[in-house]
């Protein structure tokens, strides 16, 4: 073999190893705040491969063709297999089923938005994350007459919490992570003599290694206090990562609890540019329900609002 010949190898060596690297970063990256953007972003880069493909099927080069979508392929084996497994919703077999919602204030212009969307999608369990104390008055009053249970949490900072329900409370407190609240609840439902429990959590998104290392330990600290629930209980709130995280992943692993969102169902909560949104808001359920609907809250079709899941007590 010539010298050129090895060359050209060993450019075609080098770039194919270029191409695959952002697939490599995604599928083995380590729980570390260094490659959170390529997890966080799985799904772009997921687009991307299928994208340069097509690029490459027009320029009939097979080889970079078979390796773009090939990459693609991986991805999405990947984000399948960390995330909700099913191809559809349990249906519901005659037990009770209870509702709940999830809404960040932050993320619409309006809180008129939110108000509205409460009151009309009629959710028996409502936490509403980021309510600052003059929004947390504004809120009481527009929903307490819908939702004779409630408990606020009033912060100034981005902790502010509001739960409502149309069930009485068993009991709720608040348990921390360092200064950062988290409300435990417990509904009280006929016939269920273990209740239905929640955990209402917001988590800081991270900006470093030192706020990602705090991200992954609140979430052991929920995880926790979810095991530790006798009967059945979901978890909500604003998580700031991915479903398919290394950060997620072991929360579920601890907790034992289901992912209720599908699939890589988007849920755009992070970003106005269709283009970056993935999904941080996240409701998980344990084994002592089966979630019969999961869906995106959002108002003229087009502005997120929150998530929302129904899930059936089993006996």
């Not at 952002?22 to 599928?27: F, Q, W």
């Not at 097979?62 to 979508?69: E, I, K, Q």
């Not at 706020?211 to 009967?231: F, S």
Request: include cysteine.
């Amino acid at each position: 073999m010539s010298e050129d010949q090895i060359s050209k190898n060993g450019s075609k060596l080098l770039l194919s190893g270029l191409l695959l690297l952002p697939a490599v970063l995604v599928i083995f990256a380590p729980a570390v705040y260094s490659f959170k953007w390529f997890v966080d972003y799985s799904l772009q880069v997921m687009f991307l491969y299928l994208g340069l493909g097509f690029v490459f099927l027009f320029l009939t080069q097979n080889y970079w063709l078979s390796l773009s979508w090939g990459a693609c392929i991986f991805l999405c084996m990947f984000l399948k297999y960390t995330s909700n497994q099913a191809f559809s919703f349990e249906k519901p077999s005659g037990g009770k089923i209870i509702t709940v919602a999830n809404y960040n204030i932050s993320f619409v212009d309006s809180i008129q938005n939110i108000v509205e969307s409460i009151r009309k999608n009629d959710a028996q369990l409502i936490s509403v994350q980021e309510v600052t104390p003059d929004l947390d008055t504004l809120l009481l009053s527009a929903l307490k007459d819908k939702y004779p249970y409630y408990c606020s949490l009033k912060r100034a900072d981005f902790y502010g919490m509001q739960i409502y329900s149309t069930l009485p409370f068993e009991e709720i407190d608040t348990f921390q992570y360092g200064d950062i609240p988290n409300i435990y609840g417990k509904l009280k439902v006929d016939g269920v003599p273990n209740g239905f429990a929640f955990i209402a959590s917001y988590c800081p998104p991270s900006y470093s290694s030192q706020t990602y290392l705090q991200l992954k330990a609140q979430l052991r600290v929920i995880a926790e206090h979810a095991k530790n629930a006798k009967g059945p209980i979901v978890t909500m709130g604003t998580y700031n990562t991915v479903p398919w995280s290394p950060e997620v992943q072991d929360f579920k692993r601890i907790a034992g609890l289901n992912d209720s969102r599908l699939g890589i169902a988007p849920t755009a909560a992070s970003s106005s540019n269709p283009l970056f949104q993935i999904p941080i808001d996240h409701i998980f359920h344990s084994d002592k329900l089966k979630c019969t609907n999961f869906r995106a809250l959002s108002y003229n079709e087009n502005a997120h609002l929150g998530i929302e899941g129904s899930f059936e007590i089993l006996p």
